[in-house]
Every structure is written in structure tokens, then in C-alpha cells.
């Protein structure tokens, strides 16, 4: 017979079953030598969650008829398993997503399960392992980055930052190939993922332009050029239009909308690159001209890229960027949370205004 103390509670989905999220209970899971116990604080709502929400994809662990929900976490360490010797309790962390292959293939065996070659990988709240939007749960230790003090209040943000690092550093490594630094860059989409970018990119020393279908005078537009980047609105000045003379060095595609993603390819320059980070369920179907695309291509050099996940060092250099924004930026990088629910009312994070970026369920609220 189980106990209240033998469980925690979580938001849970049935996999493939649409509107089948809930708030219920999971096992508390003991600590063993070289694991740690976390206690979840915040977790960052996103597009993924909201697919798997719809029944759109998802997978229970194995054996296990449900999911627990959520992906961007910030925790604490709460108790610290025999052998581990760099956490101590009480200290913010970062809990990885993303798991390598067992056994682990070359990439996984390299601590590069981002690139896992089988594709055997698990990641907490989407494939094989329950997420992070619980009470409590034991990782391996190796398994967390820790996070400053200084961060506690936007650390969630850590985890879809590790999606444009690790972006920008592909992006990067193409264009160095023949053309040294880039100067000007394309962020589509101007949602949490597109708007970290926008941050890094600005602090990388470029020339950031923002391409979104919000008015000019909206929240979103406005904290665009708060920070030295220009705004688009896509509605009323075609991203063709607003390109810059010259074309772009560098474009991170935001939202996963096939027909803005060959938009952005044609507005790239010589030796442009464009990387792609969006992914959406579903079927779309549109024209393009194939033949056109793939002469201009050649001819300017240009590559088009996808990149997905993250690696341990990218949720490290998520950790120090986001530290620099908020030396930078000031008050932008929380305005980034637009809406912090409790874990009781889990459903709100999912219904944002047009113009919220960011919806947070704080986790940890439960337990106080």
C-alpha cells in the first residue's frame, strides 16, 4: 500500500490522446549513489508541450501508460546521492532534457547525444522519460548544470536558449568557411525561442533583424528595439521588402512555418546560411521553385541547415550568455516570462494572449 509521502504531484498526458493533460501523482523515486534528488521550482511551457497536449507525438516510459508533461526546468538540489561530488544541497540547477542511446553510439559515447546516431536517445517530457513538471525527481548527477543565485528567477529560460546556442554555433562553423565573420542576421519569429536569439545574436555583435506578423507598436516589436535589433511586421512590409541591400549572412528559423522558411532563404546573401530550429506536427503543403532554389544556392554558396537539441557544453554556454543578458539587458530578460502560473492551473500556460512570450507553471508553488 502507497503512502501520500511515496508520491508527488505532476502534470500527466496520455500519449496520443488529445486533451488528456492533468494534474496527478507520479512515484517518489529514491536516491542512489551518483544521482541527485531535485526539487522543480519553475518549468517553461512551449510548442513541443503544447503538440504533445494535442496527441500529436509523445512517449511514455516504457511500461508506463502515461507521461509526465515538461521540458524547460529550473530546481534545486534537494539531496545528493553518495559519490557526487560537484552539487550540494540547496544549489539552482539545470536539468538536462535530452538522454544518450543505450549502449551509446560514437556521438552519444562523446557526450554529443544531440547527434545521436540511432536514434535511440530518450528526453524528459517527450521521448521515454518523464518531464520535469513535477514536485521532485532524481537525475543522474551528471545529468544538471548548476546555475548562479543571480539566475533563480529566470533559469527556466536556460533550456531554449541551449537550442539557439547550439544554432548559431552551426550556423557559425558553415559561414566561417568561406567568409569570415558574419555582420548581418534573420531571426523568424519573435516567440521565446526567436527572441533569445535575437539577444544572443545582438550580443555577438551583429546586425539583428526580427521578422513577425505584430504590429510595430506591439510588446514584442517594442522589446526587439529596445535592444538594438529592427523589428519587421510581415504583414505590412514583406520580409522581402525589409531586407537589407547585400542579403543576410545568417538566419535562424524560429517557427517551424515551411512558407516563411523559403521566404528567409531567399533573403539570404553570398555564402549565406540558414538554420532551422522549428519543428511542426502536421501536414503542409505549398509551391516552391525548386529549380531557381537549388541554381541560387550553388551559385551564392548559400546552405541551409537543420540543428536540434542541445549538448552538455550548450546548456554551459546558455548559463553564461544568459547571465551576460541580464548584465546587458536589464529588465528585458524576465519581461520575457510574461505570465507565471501555478501548477494547479497548469491549463492557463497554454492559452497565451498574441502578444505573451513566455508562460511559466511554477512547479514548486505546490509544495510551499
Not at 529596445?226 to 505590412?236: N, R
Request: aromatic content about 4%.
Amino acid at each position: 500500500m502507497t503512502s501520500a509521502s511515496d508520491q508527488v504531484s505532476a502534470i500527466v498526458i496520455t500519449p496520443g490522446q488529445a486533451g488528456s493533460a492533468q494534474l496527478g501523482t507520479v512515484a517518489r523515486e529514491p536516491v542512489t549513489a551518483g544521482s541527485v534528488r531535485l526539487a522543480v521550482e519553475a518549468v517553461g511551457v512551449c510548442g513541443t508541450d503544447a503538440e504533445i497536449c494535442e496527441g500529436l507525438y509523445g512517449q511514455a516510459p516504457a511500461g508506463q501508460p502515461q507521461l509526465v508533461l515538461g521540458h524547460e526546468a529550473l530546481a534545486r538540489v534537494a539531496e545528493v546521492g553518495a559519490g557526487v561530488q560537484d552539487l550540494r544541497a540547496g544549489q539552482w540547477v539545470v536539468p538536462i532534457v535530452r538522454r544518450p542511446c543505450q549502449p551509446p553510439c560514437a556521438a552519444c559515447s562523446q557526450g554529443r547525444w544531440d547527434e545521436c546516431l540511432t536514434g535511440g536517445y530518450q528526453e524528459h517530457g517527450i521521448k521515454g522519460l518523464h518531464g520535469f513538471m513535477r514536485q521532485e525527481l532524481v537525475v543522474a548527477a551528471d545529468a544538471v548544470v548548476p546555475l548562479p543565485e543571480a539566475l533563480a528567477d529566470v533559469g527556466m529560460l536556460t533550456e531554449p536558449l541551449t537550442i539557439i546556442e547550439k544554432a548559431v554555433e552551426r550556423g557559425l562553423a558553415v559561414h566561417r568557411l568561406g567568409s569570415g565573420e558574419p555582420r548581418r542576421a534573420l531571426v523568424t519569429g519573435a516567440g521565446p525561442v526567436g527572441l533569445l536569439g535575437v539577444l544572443l545574436l545582438v550580443c555577438r555583435g551583429l546586425d539583428v533583424y526580427v521578422v513577425d506578423r505584430r504590429p510595430a507598436d506591439s510588446p514584442k516589436a517594442k522589446l526587439v528595439e529596445s535592444v538594438g535589433a529592427h523589428y519587421i511586421d510581415d504583414s505590412t512590409t514583406p520580409l522581402e521588402q525589409a531586407a537589407p541591400r547585400g542579403g543576410f549572412d545568417l538566419a535562424l528559423e524560429a517557427t517551424g512555418y515551411a512558407p516563411l522558411l523559403f521566404r528567409a532563404l531567399n533573403t539570404l546573401g553570398v555564402n549565406g546560411v540558414l538554420v532551422l530550429t522549428g519543428v511542426t506536427g502536421g501536414h503542409h503543403a505549398l509551391d516552391v521553385d525548386v529549380n531557381l532554389m537549388n541554381t541560387t544556392m550553388v551559385l551564392e554558396n548559400q546552405a541551409m541547415i537543420g540543428s536540434v537539441n542541445a549538448a552538455r557544453r550548450h546548456y554551459q554556454q546558455a548559463v553564461q550568455d544568459l547571465s551576460a543578458f541580464v548584465t546587458r539587458f536589464g529588465p528585458v530578460v524576465p519581461a520575457l516570462i510574461t505570465e507565471r502560473v501555478p501548477l494547479s492551473k497548469f491549463g492557463q500556460a497554454f492559452n497565451k494572449a498574441p502578444d505573451a512570450i513566455k508562460s511559466v507553471v511554477m512547479v514548486g508553488e505546490a509544495s510551499r
